[in-house]
Structure formats: structure tokens, C-alpha cells
């Protein structure tokens, strides 16, 4: 079985600047997702790939053990740009390199570092044991309910209920979560359908049993942080 892990780290950062390279309580925030990376490589004899379009963001991988030849072209490293495609190009890049076909890619992503070894073993046994599956992502349990408590605006201006239902507690109402992004792992069938995202009708989810949430604004870096410092974390990072 042949694995490729995925590390993509654009350059650019509105919402917190300079984030990917970032110190997070002592490590730069990729050094997280390189260290798990490394480990969960080393297990399955996995290749790893670094997607980034940041001259410095590849020399910090370096320092942190990764090495990569390969550096996203500037038309995948816009704003405007989906990160699938970003995905395509260094799996096709990593394939012709290595003289390798891949079963399965891992996309690990930076700014949801909150993962583990275990997480990714247990989301790719449950994605190789269901034969129609294509993919698996990483989810949370969401704090907000459509079916009950979140609203969306019709079209005469007034307010509804994102999913219709008559449901009266948030417990009653249908399960539904939060896409955390921390990891999404496709089988090699997902890329020969050419799917503009990670959704599509054979998905499945795992969720993570512990604390994981993505970086989206500057107040997530200092929530993440505390926790770190302070061993707040219900699981060892």
C-alpha cells in the first residue's frame, strides 16, 4: 500500500499573518504537522510532499526535518484558488519523482495541528474497510444545530431555520459537525473523478474524540496556545 502525505502551506496569510511559520508555544505552527507527519511516515513507509509557494516556509521545514524539491506554482497560490488543485499538482509532481503510484494521499493541514497518530490509523481503517468510500475527513461535534438553532435569510427578507424540522431540543434533533480540517484522507479513486472538493456522495467522517479546531483568527492562536502551555489538552500531542 502505497501512501503520499500531503503538507500544503501557502505563503500568504490575511487572517493571521505569517501563520504557517508561526511560533505556537515554543514550535513553529508546520512543525506540528511535520512532527506527526514524520511519525505516522515511519510507520507505513509513507512519502511525505510539501506544497508551498514561500521560500521560507520551505527552509523552516528543512530545519524541522522535511526536505522538498518541489515548490507550488504561483497560478495554485492565489487567494482565488481552491486547494484541491494545489493537492493534484504535487501528487502528480511526488508520482513522477518517485516512479510511484499512490493508493491513498493524507492531507494534513497546518493550521489544525490538534491530531495524533492514532486519529489518522483509525479514519484510514475505517476509509480502507468500506469498498464504495472515496474519502475521509476530520469532523467535531458542532456546537450549533441547522434543524434547530442556526437561521439562514429567505428570499422576502425574513428569517428561517437552515434545515426544516420540528424538533424541539438540540439532543432530538439529527447529528450533524463541524469540519474541523485537521486531515482528509482520499483513496486514489477520488482523484480519477476529478471532485472540486472534499464532499462528494460516498464521504465519510471521523470524529475526533478529543479537543480540534482549526486557526482561522488571531483569537484562535491564543486559545490554542493557552492550551498548550498551560496542558489543557485532553490528549498528548
Given at each position: 500500500m502505497n501512501i503520499l502525505i500531503t503538507i500544503c502551506a501557502r505563503g500568504g496569510s490575511k487572517g493571521i499573518p505569517g501563520k504557517n511559520i508561526r511560533p505556537l508555544a515554543g514550535i513553529p505552527l508546520i512543525g506540528y504537522t511535520i512532527n506527526v507527519a514524520r511519525k505516522f511516515a515511519k510507520e507505513k513507509n509513507c512519502t511525505i510532499g510539501l506544497s508551498t509557494d514561500s521560500a521560507e516556509i520551505i527552509a523552516a521545514a528543512k530545519e524541522l526535518g522535511l526536505t522538498s524539491e518541489y515548490k507550488r506554482p504561483e497560478s495554485l497560490a492565489t487567494d482565488t484558488?481552491?486547494?484541491?488543485?494545489?493537492i493534484v499538482d504535487v501528487l502528480n509532481f511526488e508520482e513522477k519523482s518517485s516512479n510511484t503510484r499512490f493508493d491513498y494521499l493524507i492531507d494534513l493541514d497546518v493550521t489544525a495541528p490538534l491530531r495524533t497518530v492514532e486519529d489518522l490509523n483509525n479514519a484510514?481503517?475505517?476509509l480502507i474497510a468500506d469498498d464504495k468510500a472515496l474519502n475521509i475527513f476530520s469532523v467535531s461535534p458542532a456546537n450549533r444545530n441547522p434543524y434547530f438553532n442556526m437561521v439562514e435569510q429567505a428570499e422576502?427578507?425574513?428569517y428561517k431555520l437552515c434545515k426544516k424540522g420540528n424538533f424541539l431540543t438540540r439532543q432530538s434533533s439529527p447529528k450533524v459537525y463541524d469540519m474541523n480540517a485537521s486531515f482528509y484522507i482520499y483513496k486514489r479513486a477520488f482523484f480519477e473523478k476529478n471532485f472540486p472538493s472534499a464532499l462528494t456522495d460516498k464521504?465519510?467522517?471521523?470524529?475526533?474524540?478529543?479537543?480540534?479546531f482549526d486557526l482561522d483568527h488571531e483569537i484562535d492562536f491564543s486559545f490554542m496556545e493557552y492550551l498548550m502551555r498551560n496542558k489543557k489538552l485532553d490528549f498528548l500531542l
Open positions: 484558488i481552491g486547494k484541491m488543485p494545489a484510514l481503517e475505517m422576502d427578507g425574513y464521504s465519510l467522517v471521523y470524529v475526533v474524540p478529543h479537543v480540534c
